[in-house]
Nanobody, 121 residues
Framework: QVQLVESGGGLVQPGGSLRLSCAASGSISSIYAMGWYRQAPGKQRELVAVTANGDTANYVDSVKGRFTISRDNAKNTVYLQMNSLKPEDTAVYYC???????????????WGQGTQVTVSS
C-alpha cells in the first residue's frame, strides 16, 4: 500500500502565500514523478505543476511565475510554494505520484486525499 498525505491548505487573502506538502509512504521502490492537480467547484481537475526529479518542472500557464514545485527525494515529499495567490486559485489541491512499489513493477498513479485552498478577503 502507498499513501500520499497532503498538508498546508487553508484560507489566505489575495496576494498571500501558502506552502503545500505531500509525503509518500508505504511500499515504495521508485517514484518517477510527483505533481499537484487542483479542482475548483464545477470545473475539471487540472494539472498545476509536475516534476520528474526535482530539477525540471512544468506548470500550467496560469500559475507560472507564482507557484514553485520542489521535491525532497530523501523524504519522498513534494512541495508546492504558492505566492501572489488569487481568488481563482481557490480549489481542492491533490497530490499525485507515479510510483512503482517493487523493483521492475509497472508504476501506477497514486493520489492524495486533497487539501482545500481558499483565497478570499
Amino acid at each position: 500500500q502507498v499513501q500520499l498525505v497532503e498538508s498546508g491548505g487553508g484560507l489566505v487573502q489575495p496576494g498571500g502565500s501558502l506552502r503545500l506538502s505531500c509525503a509518500a509512504s508505504g511500499s515504495i521502490s521508485s517514484i518517477y514523478a510527483m505533481g499537484w492537480y487542483r479542482q475548483a467547484p464545477g470545473k475539471q481537475r487540472e494539472l498545476v505543476a509536475v516534476t520528474a526529479n526535482g530539477d525540471t518542472a512544468n506548470y500550467v500557464d496560469s500559475v507560472k511565475g507564482r507557484f514553485t514545485i520542489s521535491r525532497d527525494n530523501a523524504k519522498n515529499t513534494v512541495y508546492l510554494q504558492m505566492n501572489s495567490l488569487k481568488p481563482e486559485d481557490t480549489a481542492v489541491y491533490y497530490c499525485n505520484a507515479y510510483i512503482a512499489r517493487v523493483q521492475y513493477e509497472v508504476p501506477n498513479y497514486c493520489w492524495g486525499q486533497g487539501t482545500q485552498v481558499t483565497v478570499s478577503s
